[in-house]
């Protein structure tokens, strides 16, 4: 290595000293390159930064024309500069001249440096600018210079990312970290969010990025290393594997890495050249980052991010702090920003706070959407790299219903959609005057519109949407946001404000549906394979009939003198309903020998969603009081395709011959023993969906309040008869027809009925 004057540890100090000046920012730049310049022994050291249109501007320069301040400009891509800026990573030539790349500008008075240095100024992975130093001489730089000069470029990086750099820009000019990003992702909840960034595994920023002591900043930086190996070794050890995002996979690549030694060295060296522990864990995962941006191959992207997570992790083990909400202060307009959640993750937060979701990955019915829907939160998934690109507080609008989502978006795009959400208002106010109007097809087939429901907020819903009832209430909705099993004495206490607050209109409760991806913290659990089709819902309950019992015991309690309704999920063979409906019968007679009344009447259901229980429909009517579809689940595993999974999320279509003759089977079944069928999955929320369900026979069908007005306007135009001869011989002909939703489109177009 080349001598140079004190090394990197004092050029940071040296460096930490200007910032704390109090002088413009131009002469906090122009010092900083006079300082490296000295220290890295090079004739030259300039600032380019990158503005929001893609190019790059001189900020400052030691060596070069200084006149040339902000008026030398190039693009990303272009000379040596753009090409750093580019490819996101340092540059070193002994003889840069020679370079493909290398382009001349003469104002600059270049032509007398051969050696160039230039490393990108990153931030979260994205790339702010470009801080170069050049030599006369053809002199190689060391790997330490340029660990050295990288070290430096987090200063630069953030200097630039708190905004001093606004007050030099030139006018109309907006910079690279200002810059707007538009992403399209799946719609998965159809509302729009406009707010700010809350990243649910929070990003701390690092205010301090130069070390007092080194050695000091090592032994931090080892010992939470440390501590991130326990944690994770912990995570695994625990039972309570299931919890999204947390699979084991995941969780064995976090192990890998934790313990990759060229992670750890790099970190180490990244101190060793003056930052602090924090600094040098934000440096790496900057670099991370930005290879993250631009590799294609999805395995390697996928080892990116894992990795990024864990810096996240030792960031969080570095300064002690929580993921999710706990301790959290939110903005009013916080729109959640993550990888993925479970459903239980997104109830830890503050209702009234939360305007949006922003997932990396997701799907249709996985369950965090369907509570995101449930509470009318606007959710986009599937949206690539959106962690990447934001940072807590960046303005952002998550447009629910195209998918779209907006990243720091540019005022005609906030006024665009501030005008849609008013818009969508009046919509809504068109819907709400709907809510009076029986739900009626236009030849006089009478259909019940039902609401999805699991929280007692949801009650009021039934109010604003004029449903009928609520057709299916999630039970385990209760237990997921409790800390402990919530005792008899609680569940009876929702059940009935439940059955009040719904004022004789009809409830049907599902008993508990937990495992698979609702897992109960407090309640152990082994990990499983296949955990939608492990130990869950009614199997579980069976298993533990304590459970159930104390759950069945509860809601008769409840609904004293009224009626109740509970249906079992999951049901794949009718002696599961027996043996739920014995213990139905058993705690009657327990509450009859108590002397306590129960409900006027009892109507017990079961959940069609396992293929299996199709062959037993007619076994299953001469049973239970009536059937509910639960089309998620039965859709997984029809088509055997993880509900949860965001690469399967939208390769098979509900809207094909197999499943409508399928749903059509069931509706069937339950009209030829005068059995009431309802369909409750996300298919029914759906206007196009909604009108295939009722075009093949369902007459009763549950879902999102959100949904209630939309399905509702779409029945009111609908002539069944007619959607049912179109309808009947495609799907009695054979045959698959390839353009199915294609063609419902179109029919619903021609006959005017709005979707
Ligand atoms: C379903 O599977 O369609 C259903 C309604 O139940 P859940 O989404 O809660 O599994
Ligand atoms: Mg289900």
């Known amino acids: 290595m080349r001598p140079s004057l004190g090394g990197p540890r004092l050029l940071l100090r040296r460096l930490r000293e200007v910032m704390a000046e109090p002088i413009s920012a131009q002469q906090r730049l122009d010092k900083l390159v006079v300082l490296i310049a000295a220290n890295m022994v090079a004739e030259v050291c300039s600032v380019y930064v990158l503005r929001a249109d893609g190019v790059l501007e001189l900020y400052a320069t030691e060596g070069l024309n200084r006149s040339q301040v902000h008026n030398t400009q190039m693009r990303v891509g272009q000379g040596l500069v753009g090409t750093v800026a580019k490819d996101a990573t340092p540059l070193a030539l002994a003889d840069a001249q020679g370079h493909p790349n290398f382009l001349f500008f003469a104002e600059l008075g270049e032509e007398l440096f051969n050696a160039f240095l230039g490393v990108p100024i990153l931030r979260s992975g994205d790339t702010l600018g470009v801080l170069v130093v050049q030599n006369r001489s053809h002199r190689l730089y060391s790997e330490d210079e340029i660990e050295a000069l990288q070290t430096v470029a987090v200063v630069l990086a953030e200097m630039i990312a708190s905004g001093d750099l606004q007050a030099i820009a030139r006018p109309g000019t907006l910079l690279a970290l200002d810059r707007p990003h538009q992403l399209k992702g799946l719609a998965l909840s159809d509302a729009i969010g406009l707010g700010h960034v809350v990243l649910h595994e929070p990003r701390y920023v690092v205010a ?30 625990r039972a309570e594997m ?9 969780l064995e690549a976090y192990r890998m890495f934790a313990n990759d030694r060229g992670w750890a060295t790099r970190m180490r060296e990244a101190v060793a050249t003056g930052l602090t522990a924090e600094a040098a864990v934000q440096r790496v995962q900057s670099d991370t980052r930005a290879r993250l941006l631009r590799v294609a191959d999805p395995y390697l992207r996928e080892k990116l991010h894992d990795m990024d997570d864990l810096s996240n992790r030792l960031m969080r083990q570095l300064i002690g702090l929580e993921s999710g909400p706990a301790g959290r202060l939110l903005p009013k307009d916080a729109i959640i920003v993550a990888r993925n959640m479970g459903p239980a993750e997104l109830l830890d937060y503050e209702r009234e706070r939360i305007r949006g979701l922003v ?5 249709q019915t996985a369950h965090v959407t369907i509570v995101a ?17 934001v940072t807590d507080g960046d303005a952002i609008i998550v447009d629910g219903s195209s998918g779209m989502v907006h990243i720091r978006p540019p005022p005609d795009v906030e006024v665009a959609y501030a005008e ?38 949801d009650l009021p819903h039934l109010a604003d949407t004029g449903a009928r009832g609520i057709g299916l209430f999630r039970t385990e909705l209760q237990f997921m946001v409790a800390s402990t099993f919530p005792r008899i004495s609680e569940q009876t206490r929702l059940y009935t404000s439940v059955l009040d607050e719904a004022a004789g209109a009809p409830v049907t409760f599902r008993s508990l549906d937990i495992g698979g991806d609702k897992v109960l ?22 298993d533990k009939p304590g459970l159930l019992r104390s759950q069945i015991r509860a809601l008769l309690m409840a609904a004293k003198g009224r009626e109740l309704r509970l249906m079992f ?123 295939a369900l009722l075009g093949i026979g369902f007459r009763s069908i549950s879902m999102a309040p959100s949904s209630i007005g939309p399905v509702k306007a779409m029945l009111l135009e609908l002539d069944l008869k007619d959607l049912e001869a179109e309808l009947h011989p495609l799907l009695s002909a054979g045959e698959p027809v390839p353009d199915l939703r294609r063609r419902l489109m179109a029919y619903a177009e021609s006959r005017g009925v709005p979707l």
Not at 208 to 232: C, G, H, P, Y
Not at 242 to 250: D, K
Not at 376 to 389: K, M, Q, R, W, Y
Not at 588 to 594: D, F, G, K, Q, T
Request: charge should be negative.
């Open 208 to 237: 301090n990025v130069v070390a007092e002591d080194a050695r000091v900043e090592e032994r931090r930086l080892d010992q939470a290393i440390e501590a991130l190996k326990v944690s994770i070794d912990d995570l695994i050890a």
């Open 569 to 691: 999920p999951m049901i794949s063979d009718v002696t599961e309903f027996d043996r739920a409906k014995e213990l139905v019968d058993r705690e009657v007679a327990y509450l009859s020998r108590m002397k306590q009344n129960g409900p006027t009447s009892i109507k017990l259901g079961a959940m069609v969603e396992v293929p299996s229980i199709l062959w037993q429909l007619d076994a299953l009517t001469r049973r239970v009081d009536f059937l509910s579809v639960g089309s998620n689940d039965l859709l997984q595993f029809f088509f055997a395709s993880d509900r949860g999974n965001a690469k399967l999320s939208g390769r098979f279509d509900a809207l094909s011959v197999p499943v409508l003759s399928a749903l059509r089977s069931i509706a069937m079944a339950g009209h030829r023993a005068s059995v009431p069928v309802t369909l409750c999955g996300e298919l029914a929320g759906r206007p196009l969906e909604a009108m």
């Open 420 to 457: 849609k959400v008013r818009l969508r208002a009046k919509r809504q106010e068109v819907y709400r005057e709907l809510r009076g109007t029986p739900s009626v097809t236009r030849d006089g087939t009478d259909i019940a519109l039902l609401l999805n429901a699991g929280l007692i907020v």
């Open 242 to 250: 299931a919890r999204a995002g947390e699979h084991r996979e995941i």
């Open 373 to 389: 829907k449930a509470l009318g939160i606007a959710t986009v998934g599937h949206v690539e790299n959106v962690l990447t690109l």
């Open 521 to 542: 913290p407090y309640m152990a659990s082994e990990e499983e394979e296949n955990p939608a089709m492990g130990w869950r819902a009614i199997r579980l309950t069976l």
């Open 359 to 363: 997932l990396e990955e997701g799907s």
